[in-house]
């Protein structure tokens, strides 16, 4: 293990910075930083007075979401990496990696953060140095992650870390790379100063390193939320959830129970909205933390209707991205509460009226489609006071959700553990604009894990069924899509608040208080068993099961699981077996 002050000492020899900060997490320091962007331009101050303690990024805009072609697993041999990953060997990878950080930050500061993801010192813990050459990228960093002297304590006592390697290195496309090396607990990424590329704690540690990690021992590394729905009683039970980006976990974690049901006692409190760290407990129950100390969330279509909570959370110390700029120093973006103002500077940084179009008269978006905010969790009014126990909380519930305009119901649930890792492992979802690709077109994405798991997938779902069979409570495992269409193409459900209502039935079943009818693909709520404001003919057509499209849906799932061949277990075939069988 090699000393964290020698590793420094070599990616300052390989980048040439003209110096070296290390980032201790204070106030003074911080506001230093933020001086030091706005005069180079990095980061623009907004309207104190309106937006207290927030300022504003602009991207290049050739780098505005995660760039899967250019993210590597690098593992001795290919197999462990497996077919849903690009591999590159570690030989090689090192080798064009260092050509890029290679004098990469000459004249510039090369900033040193030393942080933990998860509760310092807890058993879901893991620490990292993160070495970059951007104030944006640290001043998220501070947000998203937790750092200052009890994680140099640990350093200096020769805790195992993370080595996080960052250069934007001129935003040069041809130079871009994210690299993971699972074997040597390594991330190299250049080129890029995307959130997903560049804050390599988040979807570079917590996921993709951290699955491998979690893998070897013993627990498991998440694309989930995490929340708990307080009864009127004063009990709490914590459900997670994994939806792909962009599909609604943060609008969910922060729920806002309809208001006859707070009327009732109901609350939510939000443990966390994208990543969640999972360990059998000694009671034989499944319990999560939130590794991330902050949210960094997506900007349009949110609004007081889909996330009241969200939008209290950043109405101070936020950093907006690739959102536009009005003349007085505040942001907007489509579909947030203010109606289209005039004489707005878009995320591209040109002026910009409602109605603009390019050349070829197509319309322009003032905010680009995947802007993001970054806000710390703290100021999020719904926060679980549990949020950062070291012990993490138990889970009753795991949802895997995507957005299906058709075939996938409402909601169903799986009959057992094996069954429900099946469910997950068979996700498509509509691509939304956090992933790169044509958007609305479908993809797989098992457990939303597809961009972010760190080896062979086969041997993620394996694991899933270890972790299962060591439990003695397993949580009930449930599929959600919140997007189903009717035959005019308009959305079945309301979704938003209204989600709570799914969310009680699906408690209810966890504590054996409401049955379920069964189905070919798992149970279902019985019409009636949901208290919603649709007629049964709607909720009917919510829950339906259509038998030809589920033949087609079942064969994508065999050409899928095809690929991993006999090294996909043995169980998860013989759930694919026994679907198909109920379709013939």
């Given at each position: 293990?090699?000393?964290?002050?020698?590793?420094?000492?070599?990616?300052?020899?390989?980048?040439?910075?003209?110096?070296?900060?290390?980032?201790?997490?204070?106030?003074?320091?911080?506001?230093?930083?933020?001086?030091?962007?706005?005069?180079?331009?990095?980061i623009i101050e907004l309207n104190q007075d309106k937006l207290p303690g927030c300022f504003y990024h602009r991207s290049n805009p050739n780098d505005v979401a995660r760039t899967e072609e250019l993210t590597f697993i690098c593992t001795s041999d290919k197999e462990s990496a497996g077919p849903t990953n690009n591999w590159m060997a570690p030989k090689e990878a090192y080798t064009r990696a260092k050509e890029i950080f290679k004098g990469s930050m000459d004249g510039k500061t090369m900033y040193v953060i030393p942080f933990s993801m998860g509760p310092v010192g807890s058993q879901f813990s893991k620490i990292g140095i993160q070495v970059t050459d951007s104030?944006?990228?640290?001043?998220?960093?501070?947000?998203?992650?937790?750092?200052?002297?009890?994680?140099?304590?640990?350093?200096?006592?020769?805790?195992?870390?993370?080595?996080?390697?960052?250069?934007?290195?001129?935003?040069?496309?041809?130079?871009?790379?994210?690299?993971?090396?699972?074997?040597?607990?390594?991330?190299?990424?250049?080129?890029?100063?995307?959130?997903?590329?560049?804050?390599?704690?988040?979807?570079?540690?917590?996921?993709?390193?951290?699955?491998?990690?979690?893998?070897?021992?013993g627990w498991l590394a998440e694309h989930m939320l995490i929340t708990g729905i307080e009864d009127p009683q004063g009990n709490v039970d914590y459900i997670a959830a994994a939806f792909p980006s962009a599909c609604g976990k943060t609008n969910l974690a922060m729920i806002l129970p309809p208001e006859e049901f707070e009327r009732k006692g109901y609350k939510v409190w939000t443990v966390g909205d994208d990543i969640a760290w999972l360990r059998v407990g000694s009671d034989g129950r499944l319990w999560a933390v939130n590794p991330e100390a902050g949210f960094f969330g997506v900007a349009p279509g949110t609004n007081s209707k889909s996330n009241p909570n969200m939008m209290k959370t950043i109405s101070r110390n936020t950093i907006f991205t690739n959102v536009a700029l009005k003349d007085d120093k505040t942001v907007w973006w489509e579909g947030c509460d203010e109606a289209v103002p005039d004489n707005m500077t878009d995320w591209l940084g040109?002026?910009?009226?409602?109605?603009?179009?390019?050349?070829?008269?197509?319309?322009?978006?003032?905010?680009?489609?995947?802007?993001?905010?970054?806000?710390?969790?703290?100021?999020?009014?719904?926060?679980?006071?549990?949020?950062?126990?070291?012990?993490?909380?138990?889970i009753s519930a795991i949802i895997f959700g995507a957005r299906r305009s058709g075939v996938v119901p409402l909601v169903y649930e799986s009959h057992n553990w094996t069954h429900g890792v099946y469910m997950g492992a068979t996700m498509r979802s509509e691509r939304t604009a956090a992933q790169s690709g044509k958007v609305g077109e479908l993809r797989r994405d098992p457990m939303a894990m597809i961009p972010f798991c760190g080896y062979n997938m086969a041997d993620y779902f394996n694991h899933w069924i270890d972790v299962g069979d060591n439990l003695k409570s397993p949580p009930k495992i449930f599929q959600v899509n919140w997007f189903r269409k009717d035959a005019g193409g308009q959305f079945m459900w309301p979704g938003f608040g209204e989600n709570f209502r799914?969310?009680?039935?699906?408690?209810?079943?966890?504590?054996?208080?409401?049955?379920?009818?069964?189905?070919?693909?798992?149970?279902?709520?019985?019409?009636?068993?949901i208290d919603a404001h649709l007629s049964p003919a709607v909720i009917q057509q919510l829950l339906s099961v259509n038998n030809s499209e589920w033949e087609s849906e079942i064969g994508q799932h065999n050409k899928f699981f095809e690929q991993f061949g006999t090294r996909l277990s043995e169980r998860i075939w013989q759930e694919q077996y026994t679907l198909q069988e109920q379709f013939v």
């Open positions: 293990m090699a000393n964290f002050n020698d590793w420094v000492k070599e990616v300052e020899t390989l980048c040439s910075p003209r110096k070296v900060v290390w980032i201790d997490g204070s106030a003074e320091q911080v506001e230093n930083l933020k001086k030091d962007g706005f005069q180079s331009g990095e104030i944006y990228v640290v001043l998220n960093m501070l947000i998203m992650t937790r750092v200052g002297k009890p994680v140099m304590d640990l350093l200096s006592s020769g805790a195992e870390f993370t080595k996080c390697l960052h250069s934007l290195a001129g935003l040069d496309e041809k130079k871009r790379l994210i690299l993971h090396f699972p074997e040597d607990n390594t991330i190299w990424s250049a080129g890029s100063g995307y959130g997903g590329n560049a804050l390599l704690g988040k979807k570079c540690l917590a996921l993709r390193i951290a699955s491998y990690l979690a893998k070897n021992e040109n002026k910009w009226n409602a109605g603009s179009k390019d050349k070829a008269g197509k319309t322009l978006f003032a905010a680009h489609p995947n802007s993001r905010f970054t806000a710390p969790i703290s100021q999020c009014p719904c926060l679980s006071p549990k949020w950062s126990d070291s012990k993490g909380v138990p799914v969310l009680l039935w699906m408690l209810a079943r966890c504590k054996n208080k409401v049955s379920a009818a069964e189905t070919p693909i798992g149970l279902i709520p019985k019409i009636g068993d």
